[in-house]
């Protein structure tokens, strides 16, 4: 038994020998690409001034087809910088670019192509096209290791700026933070990402962690003297002294913002400035004071056709303004401008837009995740082959009877992530489809039928992870797949939903209840309302989350309370 532990130790130290050696050769596969990109970017990419002959002589030990997919992207990025917006010809190039790459089969080259493309159409205000470039990227970046990436920091920050923009802040914060481990403390980039950590926790209102991440910002780039990210700092941090209601703090550091911004050329964070400050002035009925500095963030924004929903903000505001000094003239204006860029930014970034890509992407991040998760099991088959190769070599029979039982738990495991991942995409089916139908007591029938099933399948899943072994993994799984069974469950809020339709439907019989039987709890209406349009006592007790037991002995006090009109509560026409 000691010799086949032994045996055993041996074994596995070459593995991580193995593992360790394959790690370290990846990376340095990325490090001299990484370096040609970080060359160009350093001279401003006056370098690809160069045709791309001069520039393939340059790395003669290169792949000439991959050098050519940097030479395509970054060109194109070049052009996009020149001129600050979209343009035919940086699509053309990044287009051949992420085809070539795709040719290759390099995933390292289709995850950076894509991330800067799809940055490229977020940058210029259209994410709905920028939309399938992320969604590609994610699922690829999940099955990759993030130390395989090319430009690392660069890659996960743009996929985190998107994801952060359709208000997938999990996905944002995640990737924002993995962005860190692969940035040089102290640079530009550090601090920028520093900087983003606190905007996404402010905008799912962690005031206290965003703002120990703004002044981290500010500290830093005061620090290493990088003026416009300072600047920037004290424009977040204004939000925070705004929602504590100190308003001479948040105004201070907003003009501060603004005089560092102006005085190092950063027109866009001098506008952004602006809008909050105008914003605090309309807020401090300071009507003169707004309309100067909102007019000057105005000015700016309408020489780029991809700022239309700040302009849209800034015009909302002047209209206010307009308002309430009662100037028609002005107030007629501002009205006329807001219905043109309305067009504009309904189908950019505007609230229907973004609630289109929040539900899209919600639907394709769990498709390719039950694609990973299928790649997962056929990835486990082969190494089944594998393992057994080894363990015919090495004569090491405890090793074959280790990785059959482990891979067994595996299994049970990947069918497990799926058939949830399955459940999490039926429930955004089911909830998609009450939203995009008329609501009506038929169509609720239908879709709390849909819960029912999708309850039943969950708490079929949660026995058979009982009768697991208890690992600290399966109760992780089993408090998700509980969570997910509550999140099926009949909120107060789907309640109240689902009883104004039904008083809508059958305003007689409800008034009846409410006037014949006036000691109904809600406990009590939601059991016989459900029950009217009928649901069964198990499917009651299932949306409820309660015994069926629960539903009987209610059904039992109702009948012994109102036991001559007990029929009456529940057949009443």
Same mark, same amino acid.
């Given at each position: 038994?000691?010799?086949?532990?032994?045996?055993?130790?041996?074994?596995?130290?070459?593995?991580?020998?193995?593992?360790?050696?394959?790690?370290?050769?990846?990376?340095?596969?990325?490090?001299?690409?990484?370096?040609?990109?970080?060359?160009?970017?350093?001279?401003? !990419?006056?370098?690809?001034?160069?045709?791309?002959?001069?520039?393939?002589?340059?790395?003669?030990?290169?792949?000439?087809?991959?050098?050519?997919?940097?030479? !395509?992207?970054?060109?194109?990025?070049?052009?996009?910088?020149?001129?600050?917006?979209?343009?035919?010809?940086?699509?053309?190039?990044?287009?051949?670019?992420?085809?070539?790459?795709?040719?290759?089969?390099?995933?390292?080259?289709?995850?950076?192509?894509?991330?800067?493309?799809?940055?490229?159409?977020?940058?210029?205000?259209?994410?709905?096209?920028?939309?399938?470039?992320?969604?590609?990227?994610?699922?690829?970046?999940?099955?990759?290791?993030?130390?395989?990436?090319?430009?690392?920091?660069?890659?996960?920050?743009?996929?985190?700026?998107?994801?952060?923009?359709?208000?997938?802040?999990?996905?944002?914060?995640?990737?924002?933070?993995?962005?860190?481990?692969?940035?040089?403390?102290?640079?530009?980039?550090?601090?920028?990402?520093?900087?983003?950590?606190?905007?996404?926790?402010?905008?799912?209102?962690?005031?206290?962690?965003?703002?120990?991440?703004?002044?981290?910002?500010?500290?830093?780039?005061?620090?290493?003297?990088?003026?416009?990210?300072?600047?920037?700092?004290?424009?977040?941090?204004?939000?925070?002294?705004?929602?504590?209601?100190?308003?001479?703090?948040?105004?201070?550091?907003?003009?501060?913002?603004?005089?560092?911004?102006?005085?190092?050329?950063?027109?866009?964070?001098?506008?952004?400035?602006?809008?909050?400050?105008?914003?605090?002035?309309?807020?401090?009925?300071?009507?003169?004071?707004?309309?100067?500095?909102?007019?000057?963030?105005?000015?700016?924004?309408?020489?780029?056709?991809?700022?239309?929903?700040?302009?849209?903000?800034?015009?909302?505001? !002047?209209?206010?303004?307009?308002?309430?000094?009662?100037?028609?003239?002005?107030?007629?204006?501002?009205?006329?401008?807001?219905?043109?860029?309305?067009?504009?930014?309904?189908?950019?970034?505007?609230?229907?837009?973004?609630?289109?890509?929040?539900?899209?992407?919600?639907?394709?991040?769990?498709?390719?995740?039950?694609?990973?998760?299928?790649?997962?099991?056929?990835?486990?088959?082969?190494?089944?082959?594998?393992?057994?190769?080894?363990?015919?070599?090495?004569?090491?029979?405890?090793?074959?009877?280790?990785?059959?039982?482990?891979?067994?738990?595996?299994?049970?495991?990947?069918?497990?992530?799926?058939?949830?991942?399955?459940?999490?995409?039926?429930?955004?089916?089911?909830?998609?489809?009450?939203?995009?139908?008329?609501?009506? !007591?038929?169509?609720?029938?239908?879709?709390?039928?849909?819960?029912?099933?999708?309850?039943?399948?969950?708490?079929?899943?949660?026995?058979?992870?009982?009768?697991?072994?208890?690992?600290?993994?399966?109760?992780?799984?089993?408090?998700?797949?509980?969570?997910?069974?509550?999140?099926?469950?009949?909120?107060?809020?789907?309640?109240?939903?689902?009883?104004?339709?039904?008083?809508?439907?059958?305003?007689?019989?409800?008034?009846?209840?409410?006037?014949?039987?006036?000691?109904?709890?809600?406990?009590?209406?939601?059991?016989?309302?459900?029950?009217?349009?009928?649901?069964?006592?198990?499917?009651?007790?299932?949306?409820?989350?309660?015994?069926?037991?629960?539903?009987?002995?209610?059904?039992?006090?109702?009948?012994?309370?109102?036991?001559?009109?007990?029929?009456?509560?529940?057949?009443?026409?």
């Amino acid at each position: 038994m000691q010799k086949s532990l032994g045996l055993l130790r041996f074994f596995f130290v070459i593995c991580l020998h193995l593992v360790f050696t394959l790690s370290v050769e990846a990376n340095n596969a990325a490090e001299p690409l990484n370096k040609i990109i970080r060359s160009y970017r350093n001279c401003d !990419l006056d370098c690809l001034e160069l045709k791309f002959t001069d520039f393939k002589h340059k790395y003669p030990n290169e792949n000439p087809e991959v050098l050519e997919v940097l030479y !395509l992207a970054l060109s194109a990025e070049k052009q996009s910088l020149q001129i600050d917006h979209k343009n035919n010809k940086s699509e053309i190039l990044y287009r051949k670019a992420v085809t070539l790459a795709k040719k290759l089969k390099r995933e390292d080259l289709i995850i950076w192509t894509e991330t800067h493309f799809g940055f490229y159409y977020y940058k210029y205000n259209n994410p709905i096209q920028a939309l399938p470039y992320f969604l590609e990227t994610f699922q690829k970046i999940e099955n990759e290791s993030k130390g395989d990436l090319l430009e690392a920091e660069i890659v996960l920050k743009k996929n985190a700026y998107y994801f952060g923009s359709i208000e997938d802040y999990k996905v944002e914060e995640i990737y924002l933070k993995e962005a860190l481990k692969f940035s040089t403390p102290n640079s530009e980039n550090y601090t920028e990402i520093l900087n983003n950590l606190g905007m996404s926790y402010l905008k799912q209102n962690q005031a206290d962690k965003a703002e120990q991440y703004f002044i981290q910002t500010r500290d830093l780039a005061l620090q290493n003297k990088q003026e416009v990210r300072y600047a920037k700092a004290l424009g977040e941090l204004s939000k925070i002294y705004v929602l504590r209601n100190d308003f001479s703090m948040a105004q201070r550091l907003l003009l501060e913002d603004i005089a560092l911004s102006k005085q190092n050329n950063s027109d866009r964070n001098t506008m952004y400035a602006q809008i909050q400050l105008g914003k605090l002035y309309v807020s401090q009925k300071d009507p003169d004071n707004a309309d100067s500095v909102l007019k000057e963030a105005r000015n700016y924004v309408r020489t780029k056709a991809h700022l239309a929903s700040f302009e849209y903000e800034i015009t909302e505001l !002047l209209l206010a303004i307009a308002l309430h000094k009662k100037d028609l003239i002005s107030e007629l204006h501002f009205r006329r401008s807001l219905d043109s860029l309305n067009k504009v930014v309904a189908l950019t970034d505007g609230d229907p837009a973004i609630d289109r890509l929040n539900l899209q992407a919600q639907k394709e991040r769990i498709k390719s995740q039950l694609e990973i998760e299928q790649t997962k099991l056929e990835k486990a088959s082969l190494l089944q082959w594998t393992w057994i190769t080894i363990s015919v070599l090495l004569l090491i029979i405890l090793i074959l009877i280790y990785v059959v039982y482990n891979r067994k738990l595996k299994l049970q495991g990947i069918a497990f992530e799926k058939n949830i991942l399955s459940a999490q995409l039926a429930k955004i089916q089911s909830e998609k489809k009450l939203h995009e139908t008329h609501a009506s !007591l038929s169509s609720y029938k239908i879709y709390l039928s849909e819960k029912n099933d999708q309850l039943t399948k969950l708490e079929r899943e949660i026995k058979k992870l009982k009768n697991l072994s208890k690992p600290a993994s399966s109760r992780v799984k089993e408090k998700n797949l509980q969570e997910l069974l509550e999140s099926h469950l009949m909120t107060q809020e789907n309640w109240l939903r689902f009883k104004a339709i039904f008083i809508e439907e059958q305003p007689d019989y409800y008034h009846y209840l409410i006037e014949k039987f006036p000691n109904l709890t809600e406990a009590n209406l939601r059991i016989i309302l459900l029950q009217k349009i009928g649901l069964k006592n198990l499917e009651t007790a299932q949306i409820l989350g309660i015994t069926l037991e629960a539903v009987k002995k209610a059904k039992q006090r109702l009948k012994k309370r109102y036991e001559l009109n007990y029929t009456d509560v529940f057949n009443e026409q």
